[in-house]
């Protein structure tokens, strides 16, 4: 039979921007507009979402004056500019997709691809980003984080890619808004399995908004913190690389090290510092072999090292080699780890 958690991570959970204040545009204007009904306010107006509507609020279907949409055959390149009357400091972008497949013949309307362009208030370019991507038929925002940019004025969001490959004659959104800076958040799962000797990848998964930075963190048994570095961990035989990334790799693993130590990352970015839930490592002495199974080969290999006094055989730790090592190994080879 096949254990997992050799490597050890878990999905990445909604971003912390459902939390945070909707920055919404006070102006726009558009290259191409279908017509009246159709015009780029209806992208920052709320038509077509509720009252005080957060980006976890669906849009409604596609209909008259609750979408922009451009003229036949302007698509790709075709751009919309939003406007702030006072500077602002923006850390994501909130994306609802024009979603057409209600009414028009064509139903892949919806940016899949596109730049976003930052200027001050004399024009100049602040920052830009590009091919950002989006998905079509999706109700609720889409959201994208960045490195927080101040003294943003207006933000040019340009199409580079429609659905469908580009098949529609039209293109456009539902509606849109900013976010400020997001705190990061940093999530871990609670252990990790392999063999004595053996190697486990630590992953964290992330959000907030960009340039975050690692630092991973051991903890003792009275919950004592131990800041780590790449190398070998003082007192310990296992080895470290990745301290200062998002995945950490120990290497070597004995029983001293998945007793008495525990690991979490700590995340940061330029508006907070989040530590994730500590992760332990658990030994499966019965993966004799070290191949991520525990099958008939490590109840072989493991008879052969008993059989040759090889000290590996000392299942139960107690530096004596003898029966209770065999009794111990039968008795959880059946049960599996």
Known sequence: MKYTAVTLACALLTPLAFAQPLIRPDGATATSEFNSNYLIINAINGS?????????????DYAVRNHWTTRAGETIGQSATFTFTQPQTLGAFHMWAHRSNVIASNP??????????FRDGSGNI????SNLTGQPNIAIAQTTTFDVIS??????????ATANNN????????EVAFGPCIPPSADLGDSALTCPGGD??????????????????ALDPDNNVIPLVDGPIPGFSAVLSGTASQTLVVSGIDANTAANLRFRCVISNPCGTVASTPASITLCNLDFNCDNFVDFFDFDDFVSAFENGDMRADINGDLFLDFFDYDDFVFGFEAGC
Do not use: K
Request: net charge positive; hydrophobic share 45%; proline share 5%.
């Open 151 to 160: 003294g943003v004025r207006s933000v040019q969001f340009i199409v580079r």
């Open 167 to 174: 098949s529609s004659p039209y293109t456009g959104l539902a």
């Open 48 to 60: 077509g979402l509720p009252a005080n509507f957060t980006v976890s609020s669906p849009h409604a």
């Open 108 to 117: 892949h309307y919806a940016v899949t691809l596109f730049d976003l362009v």
């Open 126 to 129: 602040i920052s830009s980003l």
């Open 200 to 217: 486990v990848n630590l992953t964290v998964q992330f959000g907030g908004s960009g340039a975050r930075t690692f630092a991973w963190e």
